[in-house]
């Protein structure tokens, strides 16, 4: 049976009295036992159960089995937001002495909160991932992660997802994949290796702009009684649960940063339509590159989906289609700010992955904390501008991006 025809029939097994398609939001955040050594039970992990509402509850349950699911996994752990799953995993898993490989094309918030990791004593060095020989060359014996993206935001590097992952493979390294950009509709980490998937559900998952959201995914792949850093508290249940144990555990129960019920209710109903969803935002997209390329105002354009990107192949192997993210150049005939004001079916904002199409310019805004001589190493331009491509009809997207490149350059 096809995973989306899994998850729209979800809920109905465990439907309650009243035969539900969708399932309930729970709001409780406390429960109560009849036997004191039933509660005993759900806090030691011999019972299956809730014991507070800052660990979880039925409704952000129900989305975490449906996560699961789509990313082929084992478990999953929801949590507020995206930033707060990666902080939850590394606070979790991670200790001084730690060293850590990671993309130095890594989302600019993502790679903040690694270098605050450095400030506690973890070692984290940045490399050109797109090629597998630039993190080899880093490990060493003290390397207890590895984390990249699948396509980089905004300049949409793509990683050498396949090859780093059987190079964390061979050498029993946990292999962090962030699944954001291409969500599981188009790409399952977990056939490259990846140890654990990371989600912003904010994006593409939930799909409508509306709520916050995280997770973080247990492939089954890696072999927890390999990783030094569980603790003994957590060693009781099977090597397989450690992982995901310590990370519900230190990381959401520890950190706070909770998943509400009605932010997992609004996610898992935008969850049903991601398939969808992505057929139209990728087919979308390849055409506006394909448009843009071909522009006299545009000088250049970054979408893996063009045969003209540095791992268009690389990008046509991994991913069933190239999503919804792109970046271009505008040539210096052309003023930014009219250019963007002009528009009438993009909404300038921060967010991606919504149904409508979005835009941004780079330097000045979500890349403004970079000086320009970072910014400048990271080929991040000027005159970048960032989109967030929609479901929006394609003729209203290449017209109105073309009616606004013209006038912005009279």
């Known amino acids: 049976?096809?995973?989306?025809?899994?998850?729209?029939?979800?809920?109905?097994?465990?439907?309650?009295?009243?035969?539900?398609?969708?399932?309930?939001?729970?709001?409780?955040?406390?429960y109560h036992y009849e036997k004191s050594a039933d509660i005993e039970q759900v806090f030691q992990g011999k019972r299956k159960g809730y014991s507070y509402g800052r660990q979880g509850n039925p409704t952000t349950a129900a989305l975490e089995k449906k996560i699961t699911l789509l990313e082929q996994g084992v478990d999953t752990a929801a949590f507020a937001t995206g930033m707060g799953a990666i902080s939850a995993m590394l606070f979790a898993l991670l200790r001084s002495g730690d060293h850590v490989v990671a993309s130095s094309y890594l989302f600019g918030n993502t790679r903040s909160l690694f270098e605050s990791f450095e400030r506690f004593g973890v070692k984290v060095e940045f490399t050109d991932t797109t090629d597998v020989s630039n993190v080899e060359r880093l490990l060493t014996p003290q390397t207890r992660m590895v984390f990249v993206e699948t396509i980089a935001n905004p300049r949409t590097q793509v990683s050498d997802l396949a090859r780093i992952g059987e190079l964390c493979a061979k050498l029993g390294t946990l292999y962090v994949v962030d699944n954001t950009m291409t969500s599981p509709a188009l790409f399952k980490p977990g056939r490259v290796g990846a140890s654990l998937v990371v989600n912003s559900l904010s994006k593409y998952i939930a799909g409508h702009g509306v709520c916050l959201g995280g997770s973080v995914t247990d492939t089954g792949l890696f072999d927890w009684s390999r990783f030094s850093n569980i603790l003994e508290t957590y060693r009781s249940v099977s090597p397989g649960e450690w992982g995901m144990l310590q990370i519900r555990k230190k990381g959401l129960r520890d950190m706070g940063a909770t998943l509400s019920p009605d932010s997992a209710n609004l996610i898992a109903l935008g969850l049903e339509s991601l398939?969808?969803?992505?057929?139209?935002?990728?087919?979308?997209?390849?055409?506006?590159?394909?448009?843009?390329?071909?522009?006299?105002?545009?000088?250049?354009?970054?979408?893996?989906?063009?045969?003209?990107?540095?791992?268009?192949?690389?990008?046509?192997?991994?991913?069933?289609?190239?999503?919804?993210?792109?970046?271009?150049?505008?040539?210096?005939?052309?003023?930014?700010?009219?250019?963007?004001?002009?528009?009438?079916?993009?909404?300038?904002?921060?967010?991606?992955?919504?149904?409508?199409?979005?835009?941004?310019?780079?330097?000045?805004?979500?890349f403004y904390e970079l000086s320009a001589t970072r910014r400048c190493e990271m080929d991040i331009s000027e005159r970048l501008i960032r989109l967030s491509v929609g479901i929006e009809p394609l003729g209203d997207l290449l017209q109105d991006l073309d009616r606004a490149l013209q006038a912005a350059a009279d």
């Not at 025809?5 to 406390?30: C, M, W």
């Not at 969808?276 to 935002?281: K, P, S």
């Open 275 to 366: 398939e969808m969803r992505m057929e139209r935002i990728s087919s979308n997209a390849l055409q506006l590159a394909a448009f843009l390329e071909g522009h006299k105002l545009v000088e250049k354009v970054y979408y893996p989906g063009s045969i003209n990107h540095p791992q268009h192949g690389l990008a046509t192997t991994l991913f069933s289609a190239c999503s919804g993210l792109m970046s271009f150049e505008i040539a210096p005939a052309v003023d930014v700010n009219r250019f963007i004001d002009g528009l009438t079916c993009f909404a300038c904002s921060s967010n991606l992955g919504d149904t409508r199409s979005l835009l941004i310019p780079v330097a000045t805004t979500i």
């Open 1 to 30: 049976m096809n995973d989306l025809t899994k998850l729209l029939h979800f809920d109905q097994k465990s439907a309650g009295p009243h035969g539900e398609l969708h399932a309930p939001v729970y709001r409780n955040i406390a």
